[in-house]
């Protein structure tokens, strides 16, 4: 008999596989279905046909399972002793075949049908054949048979071999998991971790018996007949088998208990203590006082462990509460209750049984307020009963009472405050908002935060309303309140994402200034109502804002400002209320307003090249006058005017030189205090020519005198005429002559304040720098760039006087970035000299890869342009300080260990590279007077390149005799003291750029005054060693600072150095975080005294 809990549906089907011949034609089995739970095979001839193996299937969907039978002849030769074996994983099973009739020929053992293993009739024990199986696993299950050699297979002794997929005591798919220990003979299922309980137990070790002929999961089946269940094999799922009912034994399950023994098969022993008694179907029975499976533990009064004094739970919620118990009896689970407030008493519907207690879970209805209060746990055994109170409180969860708060806007952003005031109990534990456009019928989008946070809703629409709401939850399960009411928000309009960028700038007077930018070209229309420029005076901390309303304005007139002020000028563009990103600031210098203009001009030729011009000093002058510009320009002509200065402003006199002869000139002056003021009447005066002399200084332009006679006029003009055609036809030969070799030569001339006067002539590659009276002028040769080979793009840098603009030059016919430098307007005859001087410079020193080479120079409407390569990482000194990782991303510095984004094989090359640089001046005889980390340039592959040739000289020995600003903090102690430079002071200034590249851009002697530097380095003082910086690379340092210029190393030897440094491969400066490490300070007011 097979039994299965409902519905059952079974399948009987003999195997005849195992068994090796099927049964005769007229003997043919038939199924009797007898009831629900019951079926009957029925049809044998004898009872020898019924042998095999039998397979049932019962129940449905995922209780469908599967059970197989094993039944031996009993006329057979061999006998098994035990029909099922079950085993653990890497156990030795042993198979015994009883003889019944004994034969003296060999054994043959198959495995499911399959030949195994033979046994000679001489290792026969006990009248039995023993088949010893070691290290079994789960593949070494199945039927096994013993059968003498020759002998029908009807005689054979069958048997069944399972092998739990675990080792003893552990299930679950990797085994880990403990078993909870099945009594009374049940076996723990390898893949659940359940007891599969014997026939007559049940519970969840199979700990409870029940009582003699019943049967099932909870006792409640009962064997058919008054014998009980004797003679009816059970067969349980795997891994159970088959066996005899509780208290029955034999093959045909015919047989009662030994006194003793009971369980299913009699396979277990009683051993009662304490006055126990033992019974077949479920073992010791104990006296009162006692109990356990031997009548061995007394009884204890039970107890209640681990009760809580208060649970909190929230309104409307079902939750399980457990209790925990323990005690002699053991407590089970329909002996623990739960009583709530009102009385009701709750049955707890699982129970967890473990070595030291039991847990009992209730599963507690819809919670109301009502249900706040005291609640109580009992439990009852036949040792006693205990029971514990604890408070149950019912919350309410929290409810929005208004909507949320509005705190910013953007185009694709709201930023909301979510916390409102509500009804129900708290703490909020969190808050939910859902947010959606407006009379839209799409989902709610849902975004859930912390309560102490504004939540920021990205990505939405511009100019949109969206309806938000929110809602809020308290701690536990079921927390969450209803949706609190909606609020409309809206978004503003799209940011403007364009950049402008300031195409120019020019003064249309004292007070006006003209602007022009542009914009990048981008598809689809412009967003944006129109621009935004600012004007900012850092001197007075005020700022002018001006309103450009059209979008398509591309430049605005800028009235009201003040004269003589640096302004920090940008555009951005608007659109509603928000602002685009800003331009690039430029910074503007508004002239001064400058005095009224000279008076009574003459102008009166002194010979074929000179002529004088007197004037008066303006009435007033406002302020005292630094200079007078002097314009001249040929009279007719197409070409620009020249511009002389006067720099003695005592002196209303000067002599314009170098000007050709019999020409008519046009003159005009102005006074500059702070800045140029306004120009003089227009004189018109001309040079004498073929032996003409001058009929006296000449004012303005005058008609002739109508009492002069007209004969006379006209004698007198044709033989000038006459005259002057000669000449000019002479002297145009000699200009078109002259324009063919020197390709339009033009000349400027500055009146200097020592009374010598510097002449530069531009010309095709040729520079000519002299100074009157010297006889012959020195011709410079450099690379000339076309006027339209030059296209400028981004301002770089700008100071008082000059300016460098990135542009695209065309040079050779390959195009290719360039740094172009040239001088503003308002630049003295000096800075034009040491302009012309750093060409002269830059022509002379050559081509190297570690300093900034010349591209070429251009001339165009009097101003000159100097070409250079163009380095596009910046000067050294931003390069470094941008890299101190641990101030501008500290999570990427701590997450990589490390204090910048250099490493320290990169900072000791940007040293080698400026070492190499400087040796190649020293060799050409050139010193650098200003090397500094702002003057090394960071070009392709990051090579660092000596830049800023304006203070070079050509000369072993300098000595400084102007007053400028110094660069205090780079000075040897020669060039502080008196004013010496040699290739030695560069040295020291090398030494001082390497504190610079190991600090990362500190400043150097970060928090004295230069007052106290020229205090302290006489007496020996030093900056200390970085402590990033290897010993070896602190005294290179310092044997640039020794105080004997003769005693410090030459540029080749530290170039040597380095190079020697880079090819050991030594972290010479290191970059990893360190404890308490700090950047070396900057002061930027520091580094400007």
């Avoid at 035990?82 to 053992?109: F, P, Y």
């Avoid at 107890?303 to 909190?312: A, K, N």
């Avoid at 602002?579 to 508004?590: C, H, K, N, Q, T």
């Avoid at 002509?637 to 402003?649: A, F, I, K, N, T």
Wanted: glycine fraction near 10%; aromatic fraction near 8%; hydrophobic fraction near 35%.
């Amino acid at each position: 008999m097979v039994w299965l809990g409902p519905p059952l549906l079974l399948s009987i089907f003999f195997l005849a596989s195992h068994v090796g011949k099927s049964p005769r034609a007229s003997a043919t089995p038939h199924l009797d279905r007898n009831g629900s739970r019951q079926v009957t095979l029925r049809g044998f001839s004898q009872p020898s046909d019924l042998v095999g193996v039998f397979s049932c299937v019962g129940g449905a969907g995922a209780r469908r399972t599967r059970v197989l039978y094993v039944h031996n002849s009993p006329g057979a030769h061999l006998l098994p002793d035990k029909v099922t074996h079950t085993v653990n994983k890497g156990d030795t099973a042993v198979l015994a075949a009883r003889v019944r009739k004994e034969r003296q020929t060999d054994v043959i053992w198959k495995s499911n049908g399959s030949y195994f293993y033979t046994l000679d009739w001489h290792e026969v024990q006990d009248r039995r054949f023993l088949l010893q199986l070691p290290n079994v696993q789960p593949p070494s299950s199945g039927i096994y048979s013993a059968t003498y050699l020759e002998a029908s297979p009807l005689g054979s002794a069958f048997f069944r071999l399972i092998v739990r997929g675990c080792g003893a005591g552990h299930w679950g798919q990797d085994c880990t998991k403990e078993c909870p220990g099945c009594l009374h003979g049940g076996v723990c299922h390898d893949q659940d971790g359940e007891c599969v309980c014997p026939p007559g137990f049940t519970g969840t070790r199979c700990e409870q018996a029940c009582r003699e002929g019943r049967f099932g999961q909870s006792c409640q089946e009962q064997c058919p007949g008054t014998s009980g269940c004797q003679g009816l094999t059970f067969c349980l799922p795997d891994p159970y088998g088959c066996s005899c009912g509780s208290g029955w034994r034999g093959s045909q399950c015919q047989e009662a208990c030994a006194p003793g023994r009971f369980g299913a098969d009699c396979r277990l022993q009683c051993q009662c203590q304490n006055g126990g008694t033992c019974d077949r179907f479920s073992g010791c029975v104990c006296p009162s006082g006692w109990h356990g499976v031997h009548c061995e533990k007394s009884d204890r009064i039970p107890q209640i462990l681990d009760v809580v004094s208060e649970l909190e739970f929230n309104l409307e919620t079902m939750p399980r509460i457990n209790c925990a118990a323990a005690g002699n009896p053991f407590p089970v689970r329909g002996s623990m209750e739960l009583r709530k407030p009102d009385g009701t008493v709750l049955l707890s519907t699982k129970a967890i049984v473990e070595p030291d207690r039991t847990t009992a879970e209730f599963e507690v209805p819809r919670l109301t307020l009502g249900d706040s209060g005291l609640w109580e746990c009992r439990v009852s055994t036949s040792g006693g009963q205990d029971s514990r109170r604890f408070r149950v409180n019912v919350k309410v969860p929290p409810v929005p009472l208004t909507a949320p708060r509005l705190l910013a806007k953007q185009s694709r952003q709201l930023v909301v405050s979510p916390l409102v005031s509500f009804s129900g109990d708290g703490p909020i534990a969190s808050v939910r908002l859902h947010y959606r456009p407006q009379d839209s019928t799409m989902a709610w989008s849902t975004i859930v935060v912390d309560p102490s946070e504004n939540v920021t809703l990205m990505n939405l629409r511009p100019k949109t309303g969206y309806s938000v709401r929110v809602q809020l939850s308290r701690p536990g399960e079921g927390g969450e309140g209803a949706w609190g009411p909606p609020t409309l928000m809206t978004t503003d309009c799209p940011e403007p994402l364009l950049q402008p960028w300031l195409e120019g700038w020019h003064v249309e007077g004292p007070d006006r200034l003209r602007v022009s930018w542009s914009l990048p070209s981008v598809p689809g229309p412009l967003v944006g109502d129109g621009f935004l420029l600012r004007l900012w005076d850092g001197a007075r901390g005020q700022e002018r804002r001006e309103n450009v309303s059209s979008p398509q304005a591309r430049t605005a007139l800028l009235t009201g400002l003040t004269p003589g002020t640096h302004y920090q000028l940008d555009v951005r563009l608007y659109h509603c209320t928000l602002l685009g990103p800003a331009s690039p600031p430029a910074r503007v210098l508004l002239p001064p307003s400058g005095p009224p203009a000279p008076r009574h001009l003459h102008a009166q030729a002194l010979s074929d090249s000179e002529i004088q011009l007197v004037w008066q000093r303006p009435e007033p002058p406002a302020g005292p006058i630094s200079k007078y510009i002097v314009e001249v320009q040929v009279a007719g002509g197409s070409g620009d005017p020249l511009w002389m200065d006067v720099d003695r402003p005592e002196e209303t006199s000067t002599i314009v030189r170098g000007l050709n002869a019999s020409t008519r000139y046009l003159f005009r002056v102005r006074a500059s205090v702070q800045g140029p003021g306004d120009w003089s009447n227009v004189v018109e005066e001309s040079t004498l020519g073929n032996g003409l002399q001058s009929e006296g200084p000449v004012q303005e332009i005058q008609a002739p005198e109508e009492g002069l006679d007209q004969q006379l006029v006209l004698a007198v003009v044709g033989s000038v005429s006459a005259t002057c055609l000669t000449i000019l036809a002479a002297l145009l030969t000699l200009v078109c002559i002259r324009r063919s070799c020197l390709h339009h030569r033009r000349t400027f001339t500055y009146q200097s304040g020592s009374g010598e006067e510097t002449i530069l002539q531009f010309s095709s590659g040729t520079l000519t720098l002299t100074r009157r009276p010297k006889p012959q002028p020195e011709p410079l040769n450099y690379p000339v760039l076309e006027w339209e080979d030059i296209t400028f793009e981004d301002l770089i840098g700008e100071g008082n006087f000059g300016q460098v603009i990135r542009a695209m030059i065309k040079k050779d016919g390959l195009k290719m970035n360039a740094a172009i430098k040239m001088l503003k307007e308002y630049a003295s005859e000096n800075d034009h000299r040491d302009f012309a001087g750093e060409l002269e410079v830059l022509c002379k020193l050559g081509h190297h890869p570690n300093i900034i080479n010349l591209l070429g120079a251009c001339e165009n409407r009097g101003y000159l342009y100097i070409a250079i390569e163009y380095a596009p990482y910046g000067n050294l000194l931003d390069f470094l300080r941008k890299s101190r990782v641990l101030e501008t991303d500290p999570a990427f510095a701590r997450e990589h260990g490390t204090a910048s984004t250099l490493s320290s094989r990169q900072l000791l090359r940007f040293a080698s590279d400026a070492a190499n640089g400087m040796q190649y001046l020293s060799e050409k005889q050139f010193i650098h007077r200003d090397l500094a980390a702002r003057n090394v340039l960071v070009g392709e592959n990051l090579a660092s390149k000596i830049a800023d040739f304006g203070l070079s000289r050509g000369e072993e020995v300098y000595v400084k005799k102007t007053m400028g600003r110094l660069p205090v903090r780079w000075m040897a102690i020669e060039s502080l003291n008196y004013s010496v430079y040699t290739t030695k002071s560069d040295v020291w200034s090398f030494g001082v750029l390497l504190w610079e590249i190991v600090s990362l851009g500190g400043t150097p002697y970060c928090g004295m005054t230069c007052a106290e530097l020229y205090e302290k380095l006489p007496q020996g003082y030093r900056m200390e060693q970085p402590r990033n910086c290897d010993d070896e690379v602190y005294e290179l340092m310092r044997q640039c600072w020794r105080d004997r210029p003769y005693e410090r190393p030459p540029f080749a030897q530290i170039a040597l150095q380095l190079g020697r440094m880079l090819e050991a491969r030594k972290a010479y400066v290191n970059m990893s975080l360190f404890e308490n490490f700090t950047y070396a300070g900057i002061d930027a007011t520091a580094e400007e005294a």
